[in-house]
C-alpha cells in the first residue's frame, strides 16, 4: 500500500532512539543459552527481533514478554539447545539468521531455517563455509540460500577464520560456534566491523581476547566450552534508526530534531562522520551508558551540505546509513562519491540499484557503479514527486520518506508495512517531529 511523505516547513521535537537492532538480536540469544534468568529492558520489538525470540524459546529458552520492551529470558545454561519442532522462520533478518546458524551449531540438534523473499536470495554461504570447516551439516539446494537445514554437532572442531567480506555477521557466527568448539576459535578482520558480540559476550561473562596486531587487522579468539551467565541489561538506542531523524533534521527548513539514548560506537558512527564531513551541525551531549557502550543525545539542525568522496574506511562503520547518505548528498551541493561498497549489492536488496532508482525517479542525477554511486546534488531541496520501489527494503523506504519531509514535490513509497522490521514507532515518530506522511 502506498505512502506520501508531504514536504513541510519544519521538523521539531525530541525522540528516544528505539534500542539498537543489533543488541536486541543479541541479548536475546546470548540470555538464551545463559545459565539463569536474564532481564533485558529496552528491547527492539521489531519483527526482525521478535523472531529471533521465537526461535530461541523453539529451541529451549523460556522467553516472556513483560511489556514496554521488557523481557526475561530463563536460558538453556549447560543442557543446551534442543532441535525446534517445526521450522525455525526468520522473516527478513539477515542478522537473526546468520547469527543463529552459528549459535546452533555447536549443539546436537537439526533445524529447518526459512525466511522471506528478500532473505530467501541473500547469501549464506559466507557463513556455510566456515560452519562446514568446523564439522556442521547443511541441507540445501546448492545455491546457499534459504530454506535449509543444518545439523548442528557436539564436537565442532575450532578455526582461524579470515572472512572474505567486512561482516559482523560472518564474524559473530564463527565466533558463536566457537563458544561450543573443542579448543580455541580466531577470527581476524582487516577491517573492523561492528563489535557487540565482542562487548555483549563479555558482559555474559565469556572470557574472549581482542588483539589489534599491526594496527592493519584485529583478531579475536575465543575459548569452547564456557557458560554464559545470566544478566540484567538494557539495550542502548540504535543509531541506524537514529541516522534517520538525524538526516531529517539535517535537510528540514527550520526547527531541530533531537535524538536521545542513542548508542555512540566507533564501529557504528560512520554515517555521523560522513555527515560531519559534509557540513551537518550534529551536536552530541554525554548521556552515561548501557550494556557497556557509551550513550548520547544528539541534536540536528538544517544545514548546508556539501558533497564529498566518503572515505572508504568509513564503509563497515556505516553499512546500513547508504540509503539515508544518499538522501543528504541529494540536498548537497556538489558531488558525492560512495565507493568500496559493493555489500550493498546483498542486502535487504541490492542497495545500490535501490538508491539509485529512488534518487533518479525523484529528479536527482545519480550514476551507479558497480561498488558505489555518485550522486550529483541539488545545492537545496531536490524536485520530489517520484513514487519509489522499496524492494521490500525496511531502510529505502524510511529514507524515501525523509526526503519527501523537505524536496519540492511530495516523495511516495510503494509499501511501508516492512519498516515494522526495524523501526516499528518510525511514523509515529516522525508525526511527533512535524512529518506530513499519508497512506495515500
Ligand atoms: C549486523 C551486521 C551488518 C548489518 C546488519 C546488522 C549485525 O551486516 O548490515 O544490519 O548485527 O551484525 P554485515 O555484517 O553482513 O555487513
Not at 564463527?174 to 579448543?183: K, R
Not at 568509513?314 to 538522501?327: K, Y
Not at 519540492?408 to 515518530?429: E, G, L, R
Request: hydrophobic share 40%.
Amino acid at each position: 500500500m502506498a505512502w506520501t511523505s508531504f514536504p513541510v516547513s519544519k521538523l521539531q521535537g525530541a525522540i528516544r532512539a528505539p534500542g539498537d537492532k543489533s543488541c536486541s538480536h543479541r541479548a536475546l540469544m546470548f540470555a538464551g543459552i545463559a545459565e539463569g534468568t536474564s532481564d533485558i529492558s529496552g528491547l527492539l520489538e521489531g519483527e526482525d527481533v521478535i523472531n529471533t525470540a521465537k526461535a530461541m524459546a523453539a529451541l529451549g529458552a523460556e522467553t516472556e514478554q513483560k511489556g514496554g520492551g521488557r523481557w526475561t529470558v530463563k536460558g538453556v545454561g549447560k543442557a543446551g539447545l534442543t532441535s525446534p519442532a517445526s521450522a525455525l522462520d526468520f522473516g527478513n533478518s539477515g542478522t537473526g539468521s546468520r547469527l543463529m546458524l552459528g549459535l546452533m551449531a555447536g549443539y546436537p540438534l537439526e533445524a529447518r531455517l526459512v525466511g522471506d523473499a528478500s532473505l530467501s536470495r541473500r547469501p549464506m554461504n559466507r557463513v556455510i563455509k566456515p560452519l562446514e570447516q568446523m564439522g556442521a551439516r547443511f541441507d540445501h539446494d546448492g545455491r546457499g540460500m534459504l530454506p535449509l537445514t543444518l545439523h548442528g554437532s557436539a564436537s565442532l572442531n575450532p578455526i582461524d577464520y579470515v572472512p572474505e567480506h567486512a561482516s559482523a555477521q560472518v564474524k559473530s557466527c564463527v565466533l558463536l560456534a566457537g563458544l561450543n568448539a573443542q579448543g580455541t576459535t580466531r577470527v581476524t578482520e582487516h577491517r573492523p566491523t561492528r563489535d557487540h558480540t565482542e562487548k555483549m559476550l563479555r558482559g555474559f561473562g565469556v572470557d574472549l581476547d581482542v588483539v589489534n596486531a599491526d594496527g592493519t587487522r584485529s583478531v579475536v579468539s575465543i575459548e569452547g566450552g564456557q557458560t554464559l551467565q545470566a544478566v540484567d541489561t538494557q539495550i542502548p538506542g540504535d543509531p541506524s534508526s537514529a541516522a534517520f531523524l538525524i538526516a531529517a533534521g539535517l535537510i528540514s527548513p527550520a526547527g531541530g530534531v533531537m535524538v536521545e539514548g542513542v548508542m555512540s560506537n566507533e564501529t557504528r558512527d560512520g554515517f555521523f562522520r560522513a555527515a560531519a564531513m559534509m557540513g551537518a551541525d550534529i551536536g552530541a551531549e554525554e548521556l552515561g551508558d548501557a550494556a557497556g557502550e557509551r550513550l548520547i543525545d544528539m541534536q540536528a539542525v538544517g544545514s548546508g551540505l556539501k558533497g564529498r568522496a566518503i572515505p572508504t574506511d568509513l564503509v563497515p562503520a556505516m553499512i546500513d546509513e547508504f540509503p539515508i547518505l544518499a538522501v543528504l548528498a541529494a540536498f548537497a551541493e556538489g558531488e558525492t562519491r560512495v565507493s568500496g561498497a559493493h555489500e550493498l549489492r546483498v542486502k535487504e536488496s541490492d542497495r545500490i540499484a535501490a538508491v539509485v532508482a529512488m534518487l533518479r525517479v525523484n529528479g536527482v542525477e545519480v550514476e551507479e557503479h558497480e561498488d558505489g554511486f555518485t550522486v550529483q546534488g541539488c545545492g537545496g531541496p531536490p524536485p520530489g514527486g517520484g513514487l519509489v520501489e522499496t524492494h521490500h527494503d525496511h531502510r529505502i523506504a524510511m529514507s524515501a520518506l525523509i526526503m519527501g519531509t523537505a524536496s519540492q514535490k511530495p516523495v511516495s513509497i510503494d509499501d511501508a508495512a516492512m519498516i515494522a522490521t526495524s523501526y516499528p514507532d518510525f511514523m509515529a515518530h516522525m508525526a511527533s517531529l512535524g512529518a506530513d506522511i499519508r497512506n495515500a
